[in-house]
């Protein structure tokens, strides 16, 4: 089993799609759906033997969840707020621009 590359409360970005999302929850391994990976076109569908990352996502047209293997991710330096409206349920953000876990969500 590999290691996570992202942590909870990362900002992170898909390679090839433009989105870009808070990291809210991590599968060591996939763990959706058979319907969901099989509705991915078979030469890019991602190795199930990889973690999976669940985001509170955004692209320049709406908010929603998206769930995503971590070969399609690169972290998002760029500062810029996430404005998915679900992230003040479980973060905080800080100063500096990043998302922490609110007291209450460690359970």
Do not use: C
Request: net charge negative; aromatic share 12%.
């Amino acid at each position: 089993m590999q290691e996570a590359k992202f942590s909870i409360g990362q900002v992170v970005k898909h390679k090839l799609f433009p989105f870009r999302g808070v990291v809210f929850d991590v599968d060591p391994e996939f763990s959706n759906t058979e319907e969901w990976m099989q509705a991915i076109p078979e030469p890019v569908r991602p190795d199930r033997k990889q973690p999976f990352y669940h985001l509170f996502a955004e692209n320049s047209d709406s908010h929603y969840v998206a769930y995503v293997s971590e070969q399609n991710l690169i972290p998002d330096d760029s500062g810029d707020p996430v404005e998915h409206p679900s992230i003040d349920l479980l973060f905080d953000e800080t100063d500096d621009g990043e998302y922490k876990l609110r007291p209450e969500a460690l359970n």
